[in-house]
């Protein structure tokens, strides 16, 4: 699997080949769709901030410090990026990483995952009803390190930002 950071968010990519059959299942996909890069984080942030220019001081305090609905958002890429941060994990380790994504969707009545029709930046991208509330002490970053915990991987004790846990997977 792999780490890639905007500079700020940190998103964790699965080959698709990787991924559990439960987890792949609903999630709007093509064949070609060769790597699933998941990040979780707050709804309206990731709305109303498609790019950092849209940044307003309004979007940031609310996602900050009250408790807000989240989403997940999925990218589809066909081919591995060079700036991605490869991480090792065993068969155990991945099987825990992927319940672990999992169980971090909003499954609907029908158990299912709830796609947002509309909401991706880019043809390559989708948005997803997802678990949890996102604030100050639980980020997209504490989200992925708290699957790092989860899965048995080296983690951070706390990590709001994206360079505490890459670091730990550079040379």
């Given at each position: 699997?792999?780490?890639?950071t ?6 964790i ?14 999630l709007a996909?093509d064949?070609?769709?060769?790597f ?12 109303n901030t498609?790019?950092w ?14 408790k807000?609905?989240t989403?997940i ?6 081919h591995?990026r060079?700036?991605?941060?490869p991480v090792?994990l065993?068969?155990a ?6 319940t672990?994504?999992l169980?971090?969707?909003y499954?609907?009545k ?7 029709q509309g909401?991706?930046?880019?043809d ?7 678990t ?22 080296k983690?951070c ?6 360079f505490a846990?890459i670091?730990?997977y550079?040379?």
């Amino acid at each position: 699997m792999y780490l890639h950071t905007n500079g700020v968010h940190l998103d964790i990519i699965i080959p698709k080949k990787n991924a559990s059959e439960k987890l792949l299942q609903d999630l709007a996909l093509d064949e070609t769709d060769a790597f699933l890069s998941f990040g979780w984080g707050d709804k309206n942030f990731y709305l109303n901030t498609p790019e950092w220019s849209d940044l307003t001081f309004n979007n940031a305090t609310k996602a900050l410090f009250l408790k807000s609905a989240t989403w997940i958002h999925l990218t589809k890429y066909q081919h591995k990026r060079s700036d991605w941060t490869p991480v090792y994990l065993n068969n155990a380790q991945l099987k825990k990483l992927n319940t672990y994504i999992l169980n971090s969707f909003y499954l609907d009545k029908n158990q299912q995952k709830v796609l947002l029709q509309g909401k991706g930046y880019t043809d390559i991208d989708d948005f997803y009803e997802a678990t949890g509330s996102y604030h100050c002490f639980f980020t997209c970053n504490t989200w992925v390190n708290q699957a790092f915990i989860e899965s048995d991987l080296k983690a951070c004790l706390w990590t709001p930002f994206d360079f505490a846990l890459i670091d730990k997977y550079t040379d």
